[in-house]
């Protein structure tokens, strides 16, 4: 399996003749690289601007037209309405879906889960301050970003898809569902019904020291992990994560589990499974 990482929380899986697309944002993400595909799947999990803030306008470009017919658009209704409210997508082409629901395309099983957004602002008083302080020193570019929300489902349901390919090989993109404050229940669900190969998810540097629990929980051979708002903490100057050395610690922890951070776009990696 080839996975290309695009940044922000923009990952492809290509395996089985088949390209399955998360959340596909921003300027690394071009037809050039998704062109050759005969079959494109794009899930988005949620309706936030970095995640489905440019997907309608990749589908309505001139370069698209030549693939519309293969693309199929995966995501919670509101979503697909927004994405597809130009009707570029052919009715058959666009799966709304809520929990537990599955869709099964080219012989490619797609189940949704639901899960609850990381925090925004850290734990503490005084760096809740010191984060809402950088925001506010930046008025131009977060009015910028809070304008761009204006316009999306802000408010659908977050998604977790789990893929399961033609020949056994099982994904899990959990995306910015694996923090300090997910539910035990919650996951315990997820790993007893939808149990993966491989696992991906964002990691927040306040949320370090909870995800270990939650990776034993999952119990996946490959764990991927990006930072999935490290453009914004790197244009406010919070703080971030070091995901190679966090790699390196959960590689010590978890032996039997290979953990590989996806941390630069257009980075390609190729998976020990599938």
């Known amino acids: 399996m080839q996975i290309h990482y695009f940044g922000w929380s923009g990952i492809t899986l290509q395996h089985s003749n088949t390209l399955v697309g998360f959340d596909l944002f921003g300027d690394a993400?071009?037809?050039?690289?998704?062109?050759e595909n005969q079959i494109m799947l794009f899930c988005l999990t949620h309706g936030h601007p970095e995640h489905a803030g440019s997907l309608q306008m990749f589908l309505e470009a001139p370069e698209a037209r030549p693939y519309l017919a293969n693309i199929h658009l995966i995501s919670s209704p509101d979503v697909i309405q927004h994405v597809n409210r130009h009707n570029v997508l052919a009715p058959e082409n666009v799966h709304p879906v809520k929990d537990s629901e599955s869709v099964t395309i080219d012989g490619v099983k797609v189940t949704v889960f639901n899960w609850v957004h990381m925090p925004l602002l850290p734990p503490g008083l005084r760096e809740k301050l010191e984060y809402i302080f950088q925001l506010l020193v930046h008025p131009i570019d977060l009015i910028r970003i809070g304008t761009l929300g204006l316009s999306l489902p802000m408010n659908a349901p977050q998604l977790g898809f789990h893929i399961t390919y033609p020949d056994g090989t099982t994904v899990l993109n959990y995306s910015e569902g694996v923090h300090r404050l997910t539910d035990p229940r919650e996951v315990e669900h997820v790993a007893r019904n939808l149990p993966a190969d491989m696992l991906f998810f964002a990691v927040e540097p306040d949320d370090a020291e909870a995800i270990p629990r939650w990776v034993e929980m999952l119990s996946s051979r490959e764990v991927y992990i990006y930072e999935a708002h490290r453009p914004w903490r790197d244009l406010f100057h919070l703080?971030?994560?070091?995901?190679?050395?966090?790699?390196?610690?959960?590689?010590?922890?978890?032996?039997?589990?290979?953990?590989?951070?996806?941390?630069?776009?257009?980075?390609?990696?190729?998976?020990?499974?599938g």
């Open 239 to 273: 703080p971030f994560i070091d995901l190679h050395e966090y790699s390196h610690v959960l590689s010590q922890r978890f032996p039997q589990m290979t953990f590989r951070a996806l941390t630069q776009a257009n980075q390609i990696v190729t998976g020990e499974t």
């Open 29 to 35: 993400v071009t037809w050039d690289t998704l062109k």
